[in-house]
């Protein structure tokens, strides 16, 4: 079974821009969480997305924005870039997560940075 | 609220010699805790988890965590470090929405 891929691996942009990552579950799994990584705040829960609804976020300013389609895949956005930004993007999928935990599977991440 | 503090930002052993990553975790609640970790250019990977079974839970690669509720603490443990064993170690809680709460990582640095 193929894991969780993210899509670009790699990404610099400057200042004001807005970027879209992408994320492909494993197979069958409905729950794609999203996380920001730096070195400074450690590993940040951003949202997830459970049958193409948001059901949980984090504390991210509306910048930062997500969706979910109906083969699972999501898609996050952040638009007007600041320095800020920089950081790994993870991308997370599970079976289900709502009435019991289940193991969270971790994308290799997207490695953002904002010049 | 639920939180979860890692007591050691660096730990360096010999190879070898054994492993304790410190944990203690904040909960109003009988917590879910997890440890994953994150080999340098790869990806998350669970190495254990508690939920409110067995306190003493083994986990992959001959790691373990015991679950101390009057310490509230969840250490982690390895009688025997491998050089193969240098990662960034996290320590986790789940609230009560099911949403995970990280501590800020440990990174393990293995000497020959």
């Known amino acids: 079974k193929a894991g969780v891929t993210q899509t670009p691996r790699y990404l610099i942009k400057t200042r004001g821009q807005q970027v879209t990552l992408s994320c492909s579950p494993i197979?069958?799994?409905?729950?794609v969480s999203w996380y920001q990584q730096t070195p400074g705040q450690g590993l940040q829960f951003l949202f997830e997305y459970f049958s193409e609804t948001q059901r949980n976020k984090g504390n991210f300013p509306g910048r930062f924005s997500g969706r979910q389609f109906s083969n699972s895949r999501s898609e996050m956005n952040v638009s007007t870039l600041e320095l800020g930004d920089s950081a790994l993007y993870l991308c997370?999928?599970?079976?289900?997560?709502?009435?019991?935990?289940?193991?969270?599977?971790f994308g290799p991440g997207t490695r953002l940075t904002v010049l | 609220a639920q939180s979860v503090t890692q007591l050691d930002s660096h730990v360096s052993v010999s190879e070898g010699t054994p492993v304790l990553l410190r944990c203690n975790y904040s909960s109003s609640y009988s917590p879910s805790l997890f440890w994953y970790v994150q080999h340098p250019n790869k990806g998350l990977q669970l190495l254990l988890k508690y939920t409110s079974a067995a306190t003493l839970v083994k986990g992959i690669n001959g790691f373990e965590a015991e679950f101390k509720k009057s310490e509230t603490s969840f250490h982690l443990t390895k009688p025997s470090a491998h050089m193969s064993d240098a990662a960034e170690y996290f320590c986790v809680v789940s609230d009560s929405n099911y949403q995970l709460i990280w501590g800020a990582g440990t990174k393990l640095i293995i000497k020959p």
């Open positions: 197979s069958g799994h409905r729950s």
């Open positions: 997370a999928s599970s079976l289900d997560g709502a009435s019991s935990y289940n193991e969270q599977f």
